[in-house]
């Protein structure tokens, strides 16, 4: 779900680009309304000073990086290796590009 919906037919294969800070990486679904979520583990991990690199691997088998700040991370419960998580972004924070 997008709001960026651009002159995409039903169907057509696109992109979505998100910003970093607009994804939310979590331990407990969404329940918001307008969100799009992937629920997946955590197949890596990696600590960059200021920031975390997720590799989420969802049920597809498709892999999804989400950066996490750290200054998020103290808000937030601790993510770490295997863990269930679920990403989520609003419908305004992604906008959809040609294949």
């Not at 997008?2 to 680009?17: I, K, T, Y």
Request: glycine share 8%.
């Amino acid at each position: 779900m997008v709001d960026d919906a651009g002159h995409f037919s039903v169907g057509q294969r696109v992109w979505v680009a998100l910003r970093p800070e607009k994804v939310r990486l979590g331990k407990q679904p969404v329940s918001a309304a307008r969100v799009n979520q992937l629920r997946g583990t955590v197949w890596e991990l990696g600590y960059l000073g200021n920031h975390s690199i997720y590799q989420i691997k969802t049920a597809t088998g498709k892999l999804v990086t989400v950066v996490r700040p750290e200054r998020t991370a103290h808000f937030e419960a601790a993510i770490d290796w295997s863990d269930e998580v679920f990403v989520s972004w609003g419908a305004d924070a992604a906008v959809l590009l040609q294949s």
